[in-house]
């Protein structure tokens, strides 16, 4: 670790060359502070020590949270390019060395720069007339900088992790990241236990300074989402560490996923109970609150694919070492054709304690019909299982035929989650239109009887008011069945029964040297 | 004898459905030097990167002095030493700061580190660049930086893919005896190359490679020895050039091989003394003024063309 901390540093250009630019930029900065105090009567100078406050953090906030992760992936792919990544890898140092030495050295200069935003800020903190209610302004200030450490500190992880993953191509990366992490904190309001999880704590907290004591009552989800951004972040640096020598395998392996599963889980669940407790994402009415159910189970199922992936990859391991009669273990391959029931039960565990988290006011009355239905919530679970069944042979399949796995989850998340959706959206509206003519052929339109074939259009339909889910569940399930069968076909072509395995030794030259 | 360093047990690599490398074992110990030979996607570079650890296998096992490589990586880092065909290093440094950091990754004390990096800049022609970036050096610089890297750390086990590829015909011969000392300090060392001569030079074992499969193995004499068991290689000098020599020759034998150089050719026939005396007389009778008739000497070369492959890349 302290080899790649050190050589790092000398690729900047050693310790004047990594404190040379940031050194520049704060004692510019600093400069131009004093010009705008030296502008002012002192009687403004707290207005102007806010003013900065607000550009530190700002700038503080964006070295970390998109310079450092850009620079660890510029270095991982500069790495990847000319073969150095594989030079590390033929050394004595330990996988989580090497990653390590990544994080903290190739970031240094940014770091650096970052420090000099957090001694400007520590400053004009002091200096500023911003009232906290939370200890004196400093430790507010030095509050929000943890947060955003930690939330860098998971970010950071990881880019690391999918660069490794990706084999270092990650041109246009950093974009895809902005964008990435923008749409999750506009998700929020519709997932609330994104906040937990993207690290809008560390924006709602820069806006709660800037609001003036906004930090009340917060602490306890800033400690959760700390704890979260801290177990994700030991978790990506724990997967980019295996992945590095193993580039065969899924970034998570199955024990890890189901881990980020629970993670993702307990998040989600938390986050609904924050929103009711802290008014985390605003107050919601029933049809928000609906959304907010339902989105974040959808979300579960889009996190749990990570278990199917990791599950595959198991299966066909075991299948490719079966086709060519070398041993494996059958528990591990027991165990990875249980994981769509897992993802599906947990999924169903999801969507259960969310419905039991909702308060009176906010459940409507098929809300309510559905919950107290055994039935219904069964046939809910029941759509949960089947997806993740379906998806989880799909992938499979995938993998046998050597497809990309992203590729196959976005093509079965559009046409089996999604289009069922949309095509009955536009059902809607076309009867709309129609019965808006007033013409005879005008029919009344069935909701959830298109949508009902997405597992997503299954809990909405459950949850509306004439809803026809049923169709819908059987050809989910159908379809559940249908991926089944088709998975055995295409293992069976894989690893036909009549194929003569030869055994390696047989045809293996002498030992020579004996 | 001294212990097995390297040992690679039915080890199998698949990309996907195809095969590169099938059911290959070996083991060596110290003072063994491999060479492997094959046509390009015969599978050495597949067989080298996953003796070190950076190519998933499918099925067997790969051990350096007992450990596994995949299962304990740290352990074999301390022992093995890979140089791959395409020299890997950073631009922006100059060979000796490359080199010490290559040092601090392996834990040498500085002191003991700058000794070994100004050895092994000597030994490979290198002194002169010590404070050159590495992105101005020239293919063969790389190259040797390369083998300064994989040796720095004094490994047990030597790997090396296509060594000599971008070196000057001086570099080759240097690198020649650079293996040879490898070989005579004990350790276990496994080139893969295309330059057969060089090969059988200094190699103790040789592997010939197709498909993924090895097809030949063993010592260098061996390996020859095999190529000739049933056939030889013969010299053939006229007296004179004659213009129907090759007719001549296809209507003695229909399958008789031959290239015809000017007034040498070089055929293959019979190993057997009586039936090569045979051949020399039914020449003679048809009319072909043979002034020189004797057998080769068997070599790797020949081992090679005769193992069925055919041509060398």
Request: hydrophobic content about 50%; charged content about 15%; glycine content about 10%.
């Amino acid at each position: 670790m302290l080899a790649l901390l050190r050589l790092h540093l000398k690729m900047a250009g050693g310790p004047f060359g990594i404190l040379v630019i940031p050194g520049i930029c704060v004692v510019g900065a600093a400069l131009i502070a004093f010009m705008s105090f030296r502008a002012v009567p002192p009687s403004d100078y707290p207005s102007v020590s806010s003013t900065w406050l607000a550009i530190m953090t700002i700038g503080g906030g964006g070295v970390l949270l998109l310079l450092v992760p850009n620079t660890l992936a510029s270095a991982v792919s500069r790495d990847f390019k000319c073969g150095m990544i594989h030079s590390h890898r033929l050394t004595p140092m330990s996988s989580v060395q090497i990653i390590l030495g990544y994080l903290a050295g190739a970031p240094g200069q940014m770091l650096m720069l970052y420090v000099g935003t957090l001694i400007l800020g520590t400053y004009f903190a002091a200096s500023s007339s911003i009232p906290l209610t939370v200890g004196i302004v400093v430790g507010g200030w030095w509050s929000m900088q943890v947060c955003l450490m930690l939330l860098a500190l998971m970010l950071s992880s990881f880019i690391l992790a999918t660069s490794i993953a990706s084999g270092g191509k990650s041109q246009g990366f950093g974009i895809l990241f902005v964008v990435a992490l923008g749409a999750g904190w506009l998700m929020v309001m519709f997932v609330p236990g994104l906040a937990l999880i993207l690290g809008v704590l560390g924006g709602q907290v820069f806006l709660g300074v800037m609001r003036m004591g906004g930090l009340t009552g917060n602490g306890i989800i800033i400690a959760t989402g700390a704890l979260f951004h801290v177990t994700l972040a030991i978790l990506f640096i724990e997967a980019a560490s295996r992945r590095l020598r193993a580039p065969d395998r899924p970034l998570l392996n199955i024990p890890s996923s189901l881990i980020f599963c629970l993670i993702w889980l307990a998040a989600l669940i938390l986050g609904m109970h924050f929103t009711f407790r802290y008014s985390l994402t605003g107050p919601p009415d029933d049809s928000q609150h609906l959304v907010q159910v339902i989105a974040s189970v959808a979300v579960f199922m889009l996190v749990g694919q990570t278990v199917l992936v990791a599950a595959a990859a198991v299966i066909a391991g075991t299948d490719e070492a079966r086709a060519i009669g070398v041993p494996y273990s059958h528990n591990q391959r027991a165990i990875a054709r249980l994981m769509p029931l897992c993802v599906g039960l947990m999924a169903a565990v999801t969507l259960f304690t969310l419905y039991d988290l909702t308060p009176p006011q906010l459940q409507t009355a098929p809300f309510r019909e559905t919950s107290r239905s055994i039935w219904r919530m069964g046939a809910m679970g029941l759509a949960l299982l089947a997806s993740a069944v379906l998806d989880g042979s799909w992938i499979y399949i995938a993998r046998l035929r050597g497809k990309s796995v992203v590729w196959a989850i976005g093509l079965s998340t559009t046409l089996l989650k999604i289009l069922p959706l949309l095509a009955e959206a536009a059902e809607a509206i076309a009867d709309e239109v129609v019965r808006g003519d007033n013409t005879s052929v005008a029919r009344t339109y069935m909701p959830g009887l298109v949508a009902g074939a997405s597992p997503i259009g299954t809990m909405m339909a459950f949850n509306m008011k004439d809803g026809h889910p049923w169709p819908g569940l059987i050809i989910q399930v159908a379809l559940a069945i249908v991926a089944v069968a088709l998975a055995c076909r295409v293992r069976g072509a894989f690893v036909p029964a009549s194929r003569q395995i030869t055994p390696p030794s047989a045809s293996a030259p002498p030992r020579l040297s004996a | 004898m001294s212990e097995t360093l390297l040992t690679i047990e039915d080890l199998r690599v698949q990309y996907g459905r195809f095969v590169a490398v099938d059911g290959l074992s070996f083991e060596m110990r110290g003072g063994d030097l491999l060479g492997m030979i094959g046509p390009n996607g015969a599978g050495k570079t597949t067989t080298l990167r996953a003796a070190c650890g950076l190519q998933p296998i499918t099925a067997g096992s790969v051990r350096v002095m007992g450990y596994d490589v995949f299962k304990h990586p740290t352990e074999v880092g301390q022992h093995l030493g890979f140089t791959p065909d395409e020299p890997a290093a950073y631009e922006t440094l100059t060979v000796t700061e490359f080199l010490d950091f290559i040092g601090d990754c392996y834990g040498l004390p500085p002191s003991a580190c700058a000794e070994r990096i100004d050895h092994w800049l000597a030994a490979l022609w290198l002194t002169e660049k010590r404070a050159s970036k590495v992105r101005s050096l020239s293919r063969g610089m790389r190259q040797r930086l390369a083998v300064a890297r994989t040796l720095l750390p004094d490994p047990h086990v030597v790997l090396m893919d296509e060594p000599a590829a971008g070196l000057d015909p001086g570099g080759r011969v240097q690198f020649r005896q650079l293996l040879a000392s490898l070989r005579d300090q004990g350790k276990a060392v496994v080139v893969s190359s295309h330059i057969l001569a060089d090969l059988a030079e200094y190699c103790t074992h040789v592997l010939i490679m197709e498909r993924g499969r090895a097809i030949r193995y063993g010592t260098v004499d061996q390996v020859a020895g095999a190529a000739s068991h049933e056939h030889c290689r013969y010299r053939l000098v006229l007296a004179h050039t004659t213009g129907d020599v090759a007719n001549r020759l296809e209507s003695l034998d229909e399958g008789l091989q031959f290239a015809v150089a000017g007034d040498v050719i070089t055929l293959e026939y019979e190993r057997e003394r009586a039936a090569a005396a045979d051949l020399l007389a039914r020449m003679i009778t048809a009319g072909i003024p043979v002034a020189e008739f004797r057998p080769l000497e068997p070599d790797l070369e020949e081992a090679y063309l005769r193992s069925g492959i055919g041509q060398v890349d």
